[in-house]
């Protein structure tokens, strides 16, 4: 076995929006379907959805119209901000119940 000593461990960072963007195509890998449906209209309850980048917006809303992902306090989702380990075990385990592999 080797042992990889600590000073050498890298740290990788996800932000809201990318974590949203790998919960919406895990669902469409498990589930068959091409995508996490969700519209615009679902982003438009965010008051910073101007800063969710093009590329995950239709992740962002699919993800929140199935209740995977939630916004942040103050009526916002955050999209730049990294998401904590919390909020990632949270998304997981809704992303898990939402294709039935748990309950």
Do not use: Y
Request: glycine share 6%; no cysteine; charged share 15%.
């Amino acid at each position: 076995m080797h042992i990889i000593p600590a000073a050498t461990w890298v740290v990788f960072r996800i932000t809201r929006e990318q974590m949203a963007v790998m919960i919406a195509r895990s669902f469409a890998f498990v589930s068959g379907k091409l995508n996490l449906p969700g519209s615009s209209q679902s982003l438009a309850t965010f008051a910073d959805r101007e800063s969710i980048s093009a590329w995950a917006q239709s992740a962002v809303a699919g993800s929140v119209e199935a209740g995977i992902i939630a916004g942040m306090d103050g009526g916002r989702f955050e999209p730049q901000q990294f998401a904590t380990r919390a909020q990632a075990a949270t998304m997981l385990k809704r992303l898990l119940q939402k294709v039935d592999f748990i309950e």
